[in-house]
């Protein structure tokens, strides 16, 4: 069965950081897209960072400069750098794999990251 196992969330203080992980399984791993979207309550599900199989980047405004996502083909797993962490960053962080227009996107469980003093 195909997994997308994310890890690495929890509470930190504002200006602090988390590495998020996504673990993948089952998939022909480097050929994907491979994304962090995030959903805080309330809100809809929003981008926050995509890596395409060849490396290129985009991430949402909010998080530019702030934010790193990062591939390790080798092991599977899409990484997400978080650095001076704000409040408004709280959320549940989805990893995600996409393929094609043609295909299902795949989804992780998802992880709570909260920021908070």
């Known amino acids: 069965q195909v997994q997308l196992v994310e890890s690495g969330g929890g509470l930190v203080q504002p200006g602090g950081s988390l590495r998020l992980s996504c673990a993948a399984s089952?998939?022909?791993?480097?050929?994907?897209?491979m994304g962090w979207y995030r959903q805080a309550p309330g809100k809809q599900r929003e981008l926050v960072a995509r890596?395409?199989?060849?490396?290129?980047?985009n991430y949402a405004d909010s998080v530019k400069g702030r934010f790193t996502i990062s591939r390790d083909n080798a092991k599977s797993t899409v990484y997400l750098q978080m650095n001076s962490l704000k409040p408004e960053d709280t959320a549940v962080y989805y990893c995600?794999?996409?393929?094609?227009?043609?295909?299902?996107?795949?989804w992780g469980q998802g992880t709570q990251v909260s920021i908070s003093s």
């Open positions: 089952r998939i022909s791993f480097s050929i994907y897209t």
């Open positions: 890596i395409t199989h060849s490396g290129n980047t």
């Open positions: 995600n794999a996409h393929f094609t227009s043609y295909t299902a996107d795949l």
